[in-house]
């Protein structure tokens, strides 16, 4: 394959997809035309970009976006995604990969301390925890006033525990840890997990509230007590789950260990079905379907069947993945969701990603072979001439829009990589970390 081709071919389009005065990269483009939609920052995917640049050694465009963010973040670090919220809605998931690629940008540069602005974010979830025994995840802006409300989504704080111990020579490496543990445990001790062993989308404020947190309670009620007994799979339990892992990675505290088998037998439990596929959204009331990002959980059982030592794990990835593979045999790509006519591009990435994890571990030709597949797909029907459309009709082959959101474009080079560089999988720490669906 000709992987130098694609890489090229991605880096010729950021080229373009260069905001001319403020240097960083913007958002959206049409992937027929080239034509700028979006001229707004991607800025919450800064993780996502650097270990990529670094490794196709792009440093003028990894300086160029740092000096860009590193810049907003001088004027008000409370980054806020302006694409999906006000300017006065704050929520923390879009920190989670901005936090990891100032972490890795540290770390390729051989910085010994925190950036500065990291330093500001622990600060601020140590000090909810301390005080609060809570992380919110959602705050609201006054003029330069930040008000965090009494919401604790999973997806805005599962990454955490990871961020915090990620740089083990870090000077805070043991009072983050410490951290990290104390996460976990608001975490399982939820009255939900408690029950079974799996975390809600939302985790309930039981700490002392004033009349503004009440107000927010009350105004919220309904979604906050829905959300507080339903599970999201993907994402929400994934990355918490990952965190866990790395927690144990670094503690060897049996603990951690027995929450993993825990949850994953929870999971089978309630939300696999018969084809050994797992849907993604689940409560008492209700339940959905399978979707492509399946992948993640194969992705995510073949680390733990590397980190745990355990057979067990790459048996259950191998069962997903050969469920998966029959869609791919069908259509040439994954759909979307179990009854969806549409393939979507990143999902398509990260199944390449897991089967090549899954080759390294099981030296089975199959899944490196339709890893292959995978990509070949992406290059011949989802590549355009100015970058890549997000969904793909699975039955006739034809874009359904001709929106390209750049981050998707600069995420479909690590399926590239990967088969490249698959030996290097488990081998290189750095490279093994670049590959991991967050």
Known sequence: ????????????????????????????????????????????????????????????????????????????????????????????YDWSDLIYGLILFDLENKNKDENPHIKKYFNLIEKQIEKKKFISTVAIKFFKFTYFLPICTMNGCAMYPELLIF??????????????????????????????????????????????????????????????KSVTLFKQNTNAIASILSVYIVSKDKIYRDLIYNWYKSLKKYLQNENYLFINKWSKNEKGLWEASNAQLVDLLCDFHFYLKDEYFVFEAEKIANELIKKIDKFHMLPSTEKSDKAHCDQQVDFAVALIKLYKLTKNEKYLNNSIIVM??????????????????IYDKTESTELCKIKFLILSLKGWLAIKYHDEIYKNKEFTRLLNDR
């Open 1 to 92: 394959m000709l992987i130098e081709k694609e890489i090229n071919y991605i880096f010729n389009i950021l080229d373009c997809a260069t905001h001319k005065i403020k240097g960083h990269i913007v958002s959206h483009i049409n992937a027929n035309t080239g034509k700028i939609i979006n001229d707004n920052p991607i800025f919450e995917d800064f993780g996502d970009i650097v270990p990529l640049f670094v490794l196709c050694k792009k440093n003028s465009f990894l300086t160029n976006e740092f000096n860009a963010l590193n810049n907003s973040l001088k004027k008000d670090f409370y980054f806020s995604n302006k694409k999906f919220h006000s300017k006065n809605i704050i929520h923390t």
């Open 167 to 228: 740089k083990e020579d870090s000077n805070n490496f043991k009072s983050n840890l410490m951290i990290a543990k104390k996460i976990i445990r608001l975490w399982t001790e939820n009255s939900f997990f408690k029950k079974y062993n799996l975390f809600p989308d939302y985790l309930e404020y039981l700490g002392k509230k004033n009349l503004f947190d009440k107000l927010c309670i009350m105004i919220f009620k309904k979604q906050i007590n829905k959300k507080n």
């Open 376 to 393: 070949s797909s992406i290059k011949k029907y989802f590549y355009k001439k100015y970058g890549i459309v997000e969904y793909v009709n």
